[in-house]
């Protein structure tokens, strides 16, 4: 009886390795990439994996904490983060939403791509297969519950987002540029005249 039980303190101890190998390994490999910016082909499915949407447009990422997303397809839009504040505007409504990025973190997935916060990655969980890392939210109330990142010769080439409703996002990259100057002008956003702002920061 204590053999098995020391096999499986075991088991579970060599469980816990591999889980903090498998993050490290992802936060090194992150860490190489100071600049990243690609085009993009996106697929939303359902829970039941049915096609609900294609589109398309851009992602721009700098270390630290900064990304824009940027649709063209169906719809424009813009969803911004500085590492302070995140924009997300909406160019047919003439719409801005503006959060806090400390307290809504866990709306996008774009932060764990350039963060090192040990707070942060606390709250995920992460396992690797081969050159795949699945990232999983230990908080099944959070709006992103699993991150897929998929690599190529060192870059990002995929990426699955798991919303809280199942609704699976895919992001196929082409036109990888990697670690190219980018002003940090692309991270802040200037609403257009007439805008509509709804500033949450505030509330």
């Known amino acids: ?35 990243f910016s690609a085009s993009f082909e996106q697929q939303v499915f359902d829970a039941q994996r049915q096609l609900l949407q294609q589109g398309k447009g851009q992602l721009v990422l700098k270390q630290p904490a900064k990304f824009r997303f940027e649709t063209t397809e169906p719809e424009p839009n813009v969803f911004i983060g500085d590492g302070e504040t995140l924009w997300f505007y909406n160019e047919l409504l003439e719409q801005l939403t503006i959060f806090d990025a400390a307290t ?14 040990p ?26 519950q ?6 190529s010769a060192g870059a990002l080439s995929r990426m699955q987002v798991l919303d809280i409703n199942q609704q699976l996002s895919e992001f196929n990259f082409t036109l990888v540029q990697l670690n190219n100057e980018i002003d940090d002008s692309l991270f802040k956003f200037v609403p257009p005249e007439f805008t509509d702002i709804d500033d949450q920061r505030q509330r």
């Open 146 to 151: 699993q991150l897929t990142l998929s690599f």
């Open 119 to 144: 707070q942060l990655w606390q709250q995920y969980v992460v396992s690797e297969q081969g050159e795949q890392f699945v990232i999983a939210s230990k908080d099944n109330t959070s709006a992103v």
């Open 104 to 117: 809504e973190v866990n709306r996008t997935p774009f932060v764990l791509l350039t963060s090192t916060d």
């Open 1 to 35: 009886m204590l053999r098995r039980y020391f096999t499986v303190g075991l088991m579970f101890l060599s469980g816990l390795a591999s889980a903090q190998t498998a993050e490290q390994t992802l936060q090194r490999k992150l860490a190489t990439i100071n600049t």
